[in-house]
Every structure is written in structure tokens, then in C-alpha cells.
């Protein structure tokens, strides 16, 4: 079974841009959550959905949103990019959320805004 | 409020046996997760405890007391390739729909 996919890996902006970020979730996962790690703050909760609907979010400016399509795929969208925004973002699927063991990360897009 | 603190590095011998320390103060609890983390790769899931006791899964073990707010990783026997960070998190069950919240990660360095 093929695990979680996130394209691209790399990525380089300018400030004031925005990005689209896409992760493809393992077959049958239907809750994706999405993370940012920066070496000062390390994981932080992003936000998380289910059924294409977005059952969770953290305590991210609304510069950061995000959706999910039919098929699970989810997509993470950030306008306006600011330097601060420089971060690897990681994305987590799992069977059905909330109360499901594990999450499984993708190996992430590493962000760097200039 | 949230709050998850584990030790930022630790370092420790080929062979030998390292503990890593978590505490956690959340608003909800809905389980405890350890992750390990080589560097410039994704966090790979090690354990889950939502019951007190100890979890016991090869060279690695986990421990839960609900009622202390604390846990620890056990890692026996270890090996140059344990060089990594772990990463303590806590489904925090506050809300209906439960979110994840991770620790800063301790970095463990393992010297031969």
C-alpha cells in the first residue's frame, strides 16, 4: 500500500505570494491533518479534514486554509506569504481521525519564502 | 491551556538503555503518542498509550500515568541509528472533534 504523497517537496517564494501545497492521503484514509515544524515552535497543528468537510483547526491566521476533495486528497493554501511562513509543512492521514491511533506523515514540502 | 514539556536534547552510549521524559497539561485527554523523527525526514509513529501502564513493542517501551500528566519512552539496547528526534504528543479531547498536540521533540544523540 503506497503512503502518504505530498507535492512538491520543495518550494521557494517570495513574500506577498501564495502557495498551494497538495497531499494524497494512504488508500482508504479518509482524515487528513496538516502540520507545520519550524526549529523554534516544532509541530504545530494546522488543521484537520474529514469527509471533505474540516472537522478541526489550530491557532493559524486565516491566511492558512485548506479543503478535501471526494477522493480524500487535500489540498493547503497560504496567501500572502510572510518570511515566518518559511517552514517544513507535513501532512497526516489516518483511517478516520479523531479517534484512530495513528496518524501516518507524508515526507512533507519545505517552504522557504524570501 | 496546553502545555506538552520533554527534555530539548539528551545524549547517550551504544548499547545502553535511555529514558525520555514527558509531561502534559491539556484540557482533554484522548491518548499519548510517541514519534521518532530522523532529521529532514517525517515523524514515524512509535507508540500509543491511552490507559495507564507500560507498552512494550521490541527495544522500545512506553508508559502512561494519566493522573501524573506523564510519560516516558524506554529505548533499550541502543543503536547509532536511535540518533533522532522523539516527539511526545497528546490527543487533547477537549473539543468533539479531538485535535493533536505535539512537544518540542527531545534529540537524542547516541555516541559509540
Known amino acids: 500500500k503506497a503512503g502518504v504523497t505530498q507535492t512538491p517537496r520543495y518550494l521557494i517564494k517570495t513574500r506577498g505570494q501564495q502557495v498551494t501545497l497538495s497531499c494524497s492521503p494512504i488508500s482508504g484514509h479518509r482524515s487528513v491533518s496538516w502540520y507545520q515544524q519550524t526549529p523554534g515552535q516544532g509541530l504545530q497543528f494546522l488543521f484537520e479534514?474529514?469527509?471533505?468537510?474540516?472537522?478541526n483547526k489550530g491557532n493559524f491566521p486565516g491566511r492558512f486554509s485548506g479543503r478535501q476533495f471526494s477522493n480524500s486528497r487535500s489540498e493547503m493554501n497560504v496567501s500572502t506569504l510572510e518570511l515566518g511562513d518559511s517552514a517544513l509543512y507535513l501532512c497526516a492521514s489516518s483511517l478516520a481521525g479523531a479517534n484512530q491511533e495513528t496518524q501516518y506523515f507524508g515526507p512533507g514540502t519545505r517552504l522557504l519564502v524570501l | 491551556g496546553q502545555n506538552i514539556d520533554q527534555p530539548t536534547e539528551m545524549t547517550a552510549t551504544e548499547g545502553a538503555i535511555v529514558q525520555i521524559n514527558c509531561t502534559y497539561q491539556t484540557s482533554g485527554f484522548n491518548g499519548l503518542f510517541w514519534y521518532q523523527q530522523h532529521a529532514g525526514e517525517a515523524p514515524t509513529f512509535l507508540s500509543y498509550n491511552v490507559l495507564d501502564g507500560l507498552e512494550e513493542k521490541g527495544r522500545f517501551s512506553s508508559f502512561l500515568s494519566r493522573s501524573k500528566g506523564y510519560s516516558y519512552l524506554l529505548l533499550k539496547e541502543l543503536q547509532m541509528k536511535d540518533s533522532a528526534s522523539y516527539l511526545c504528543?497528546?490527543?487533547?479531547?477537549?473539543?468533539?472533534?479531538?485535535?493533536?498536540?505535539f512537544g518540542s521533540g527531545t534529540r537524542l544523540s547516541i555516541r559509540p
Open positions: 504528543a497528546v490527543r487533547d479531547a477537549d473539543s468533539s472533534a479531538s485535535k493533536i498536540i
Open positions: 479534514y474529514f469527509s471533505e468537510t474540516q472537522r
